[in-house]
């Protein structure tokens, strides 16, 4: 008779301290620990872009709204190379929806939810880069020394045909693109997560998109008890009537940053010939010690790879990224942003790898 080996217990993932002032604590540079929730941060450095009132409505409703953090052009310039990165007409619907084969059923769902698999352009880079975009999620945080996310964009078009949403299984459970949560809501000490998309087109009611409610984030200690044990800890169940589901109006350049803990989601494309379109962003505290997460990092800017912090980021199926254009340059302030260039190295000549971090080495 074998014995049984012994059962031992989950290892924890190990934690690693951001290079920050402020005490974050993060194990993936995505959900953070921290001694005070982000929305019940106390201040200590003076606002930079968002106005009192905006800080008070990201606190107690969960988001905000940055107008015009990078000019309205540069939003219509992504928006250029979103359609021409996908081979796609504007002015032709029919090329919206040809047929093309899909690696997994993943793919095929992130056909219909409209992601487009490119996440080092220049143009990218560019918004990553900007100072007003990078000072308002230092107004969040509370804290200067970030790494912003390596993430793609969306350009959803009505959703038929083979971008219709019904040809997507529904599950009881988990995550649901119509309405969620970006953490796991049933525990003790919720982590502290931020995600952000800019606007690179005008928000029509038709024509879907970001979509939150605000008032369950602003009740949510007092909606929790009622709860039963076993809920669905990334969906919630909630009377509509009770706790409005909003779309918060953008426009070309507009940045809405929103907290996890606020439930969220994709409204569908219902309009005839319209899109929903933005680009991806948002910023978390640096976690430079964690040294194999930052080289992944720089190693996917200088070599136009898919990033690997998501599941979800697949590549692009016809012809990847790093076929088509070059490495994008970064300024003084995205070579820090990447993690190319420490936050302690304040003079900005040199970085972690031995080269100077505005350089576009492939």
């Given at each position: 008779?074998?014995?049984?080996?012994?059962?031992?217990?989950?290892?924890?993932?190990?934690?690693?301290?951001?290079?920050?002032?402020?005490?974050?604590?993060?194990?993936?540079?995505?959900?953070?620990?921290?001694?005070?929730?982000?929305?019940?941060?106390?201040?200590?450095?003076?606002?930079?872009?968002?106005?009192?009132?905006?800080?008070?409505?990201?606190?107690?409703?969960?988001?905000?709204?940055?107008?015009?953090?990078?000019?309205?052009?540069?939003?219509?310039?992504?928006?250029?190379?979103?359609?021409?990165?996908?081979?796609?007409?504007?002015?032709?619907?029919?090329?919206?929806?040809?047929?093309?084969?899909?690696?997994?059923?993943?793919?095929?769902?992130?056909?219909?939810?409209?992601?487009?698999?490119?996440?080092?352009?220049?143009?990218?880079?560019?918004?990553?880069?900007?100072?007003?975009?990078?000072?308002?999620?230092?107004?969040?945080?509370?804290?200067?020394?970030?790494?912003?996310?390596?993430?793609?964009?969306?350009?959803?078009?009505?959703?038929?045909?083979?971008?219709?949403?019904?040809?997507?299984?529904?599950?009881?459970?988990?995550?649901?693109?119509?309405?969620?949560?970006?953490?796991?809501?049933?525990?003790?000490?919720?982590?502290?997560?931020?995600?952000?998309?800019?606007?690179?087109?005008?928000?029509?009611?038709?024509?879907?998109?970001f979509q939150c409610c605000p008032e369950l984030f602003r009740r949510f200690e007092e909606w929790k008890p009622g709860q039963p044990a076993d809920r669905d800890p990334l969906r919630p169940a909630v009377d509509r009537a009770e706790y409005?589901?909003?779309?918060?109006?953008?426009?070309?350049?507009?940045?809405?940053?929103?907290?996890?803990?606020?439930?969220?989601?994709?409204?569908?494309?219902?309009?005839?010939?319209?899109?929903?379109?933005?680009?991806?962003?948002?910023?978390?505290?640096?976690?430079?010690?964690?040294?194999?997460?930052?080289?992944?990092?720089?190693?996917?800017?200088?070599?136009?790879?898919?990033?690997?912090?998501?599941?979800?980021?697949?590549?692009?199926?016809?012809?990847?990224?790093?076929?088509?254009?070059?490495?994008?340059?970064?300024?003084?302030?995205?070579?820090?942003?990447?993690?190319?260039?420490?936050?302690?190295?304040?003079?900005?000549?040199?970085?972690?790898?031995?080269?100077?971090?505005?350089?576009?080495?492939?």
């Open positions: 008779m074998t014995t049984p080996a012994p059962h031992r217990p989950a290892r924890r993932p190990h934690l690693y301290r951001a290079a920050s002032d402020l005490p974050y604590f993060s194990a993936d540079g995505e959900s953070y620990l921290a001694q005070t929730t982000l929305r019940e941060l106390r201040k200590s450095r003076p606002l930079r872009v968002l106005s009192e009132e905006d800080f008070a409505h990201w606190q107690t409703y969960g988001y905000v709204v940055v107008r015009e953090a990078v000019p309205a052009e540069a939003a219509r310039r992504l928006l250029d190379f979103a359609w021409d990165f996908q081979g796609l007409d504007p002015e032709r619907p029919d090329t919206w929806y040809e047929d093309r084969p899909f690696r997994s059923e993943l793919d095929r769902q992130l056909h219909v939810y409209g992601f487009v698999e490119a996440y080092h352009h220049q143009l990218l880079w560019d918004s990553r880069q900007s100072q007003r975009v990078y000072d308002a999620f230092v107004d969040v945080w509370d804290c200067e020394e970030l790494w912003v996310t390596q993430d793609r964009l969306n350009l959803n078009p009505p959703n038929v045909k083979n971008r219709d949403r019904a040809l997507i299984e529904p599950t009881d459970r988990g995550f649901d693109i119509e309405l969620h949560w970006d953490i796991d809501t049933t525990l003790g000490v919720p982590p502290q997560r931020v995600q952000g998309i800019i606007a690179l087109n005008e928000t029509r009611p038709e024509s879907g998109g409005p589901v909003v779309r918060p109006d953008l426009r070309p350049g507009d940045l809405l940053i929103w907290n996890g803990l606020l439930a969220h989601g994709v409204a569908r494309n219902t309009s005839e010939d319209q899109v929903r379109a933005v680009q991806y962003l948002s910023m978390m505290p640096a976690l430079e010690e964690h040294e194999r997460l930052r080289r992944s990092r720089v190693d996917s800017w200088r070599h136009l790879r898919t990033p690997r912090w998501n599941r979800t980021l697949v590549g692009d199926p016809v012809r990847h990224e790093s076929e088509r254009y070059p490495t994008a340059v970064l300024n003084e302030l995205g070579g820090r942003l990447l993690g190319l260039t420490s936050w302690k190295d304040r003079d900005g000549h040199g970085s972690k790898d031995g080269e100077p971090s505005c350089a576009a080495s492939a």
